[in-house]
């Protein structure tokens, strides 16, 4: 981002890294050595900030990942429902907590062990997923960023349709179904609508 002095207005800062001004809600990435437009957070299993272009396809990803490791529940519900058929024991109870120290103990087969397994895998990730995925949800229904949510602050919040436009693109509506949906953003990643203020609530 290198921008001269005839951008500046409210909320602009100096990026000491960078050695340029930054708009608002632009921040330095030290994994990516760039400041980047309205940036949410550095995501790891991407490998780049999750930001102002991309943004819409990390919460499709999101999306994806969330519908497959529902499905992947439902089918494996089978298992939980053998394991429990005889009740709530402890050595079904340990099976569903601790496979590999049932496996290592020679409590349960190796069978027994690979679905008990992947079902809690299953379980495990969905319960990961759809926090970071209804999280991520949340803000953008709030139109913030997750650095914004620490701070308390809504300076940018257009309402829940003019939140889903800012964030999705001008066809929100349709880039749930594919990422490959053209759906251009409104905004340059520079200038925002202000609806409140830019100082931290107390």
Not at 43 to 56: A, E
Not at 75 to 104: D, Q, R, Y
Not at 166 to 180: A, E, K, T
């Amino acid at each position: 981002v290198f921008l001269g002095g005839d951008g500046l207005g409210q909320g602009w800062r100096y990026c000491y890294t960078c050695e340029t001004h930054t708009p608002p809600r632009c921040s330095h990435c030290y994994d990516c050595k760039v400041c980047v437009l309205r940036r949410d957070h550095h995501c790891v299993f991407f490998g780049q900030c999750v930001g102002f272009h991309n943004y819409r396809y990390f919460l499709s990803c999101l999306l994806f990942m969330w519908s497959g490791l529902l499905y992947a529940v439902v089918m494996n519900a089978e298992v939980f429902i053998v394991i429990l058929k005889e009740g709530v024991t402890l050595h079904s109870v340990l099976l569903l907590l601790i496979p590999w120290i049932m496996l290592v103990s020679g409590k349960v087969s190796a069978r027994a062990f690979a679905f008990a397994f992947i079902a809690d895998t299953c379980v495990v990730g969905l319960l990961l997923v759809s926090a970071f995925f209804f999280f991520h949800l949340f803000l953008m229904f709030r139109g913030q960023t997750t650095r914004e949510w620490y701070s308390s602050r809504r300076p940018y919040s257009l309402g829940l349709l003019g939140n889903l436009r800012h964030m999705l693109g001008v066809r929100w509506y349709l880039c749930w179904l594919s990422p490959l949906i053209p759906s251009p953003l409104p905004g340059d990643g520079i200038n925002f609508q202000v609806t409140g203020s830019l100082e931290p609530s107390q």
